[in-house]
């Protein structure tokens, strides 16, 4: 039997299911499909050690460090995917059966060639429309860390990171590695 796709701008959370079982990841953000292709050597690596780095932070504050693939369900995501999240204690986000509903503390996306204009321009809005407090936009190839904090419904960059810079995120505070050693082995 034929698949029917809904039309363009009109794709919900149970669409998915008619989806083929493909190995691809799926982003629904204001009713419009984004097929994320799979992520290469560079990206996984880049987030083994900011996972490496964040782990005992988030575990200082009482917080938990979550990665993709893993849904995430905010007003206009209807589910997103983020590479990390954070979720601190008395936060808006709150796990649930289908992943994680609301917006987590922190999200944090390590962008591809593939990727950059959907984590640059529409996940940044979308994100800040749905009161995520800070977003991280780490850049393999840049070698850069872009920390952006959250104002009014907009999230605005407040600091930027690169070379022998160490992160300095207004919820996490001064981070312990050095941005080159984020990337040092890699080829972006």
């Given at each position: 039997?034929a698949q029917?796709r809904?039309?363009?701008?009109?794709?919900t959370?149970?669409?998915?299911f008619?989806?083929?079982?493909?190995?691809?990841r799926y982003?629904?953000?204001e009713?419009?499909?984004y097929v994320l292709?799979?992520?290469g050597?560079?990206?996984?690596?880049?987030?083994m050690?900011?996972?490496?780095?964040?782990l005992p932070?988030?575990k200082d504050l009482g917080?938990?460090w979550?990665t993709?693939?893993l849904?995430?369900?905010v007003p206009?995501?209807?589910p997103v995917q983020?590479?990390?999240?954070?979720?601190l204690p008395?936060?808006?986000?709150?796990?649930?059966t289908r992943g994680i509903?609301g917006p987590?503390?922190?999200?944090i996306?390590v962008?591809?060639p593939?990727?950059r204009?959907?984590?640059?321009?529409t996940k940044?809005?979308?994100?800040?429309?749905?009161?995520?407090?800070?977003?991280?936009i780490?850049?393999?190839e840049?070698?850069t860390?872009e920390?952006?904090?959250l104002?009014?419904d907009?999230?605005h960059?407040?600091?930027?990171?690169s070379?022998a810079?160490?992160?300095?995120s207004?919820l996490l505070?001064?981070?312990?590695?050095?941005?080159?050693?984020?990337?040092?082995?890699?080829?972006a």
């Open positions: 039997m029917t809904p039309a363009p701008g009109t794709w959370y149970e669409d998915l008619g989806l083929p079982d493909d190995g691809k982003e629904i953000i009713g419009v499909l292709p799979s992520v050597w560079a990206h996984a690596s880049v987030v050690k900011l996972i490496t780095v964040l932070i988030a917080g938990q979550l993709a693939p849904d995430v369900f206009g995501g209807d983020p590479d990390l999240l954070l979720m008395g936060g808006a986000a709150r796990t649930a509903e987590p503390d922190l999200v996306e962008v591809t593939t990727n204009v959907h984590d640059l321009l940044r809005a979308l994100y800040g429309r749905a009161g995520v407090r800070e977003y991280w780490v850049d393999p840049a070698r860390i920390i952006l904090a104002d009014g907009a999230l960059l407040v600091f930027t990171a070379g810079d160490r992160p300095l207004p505070g001064s981070l312990t590695i050095a941005v080159d050693d984020l990337f040092a082995g890699i080829d």
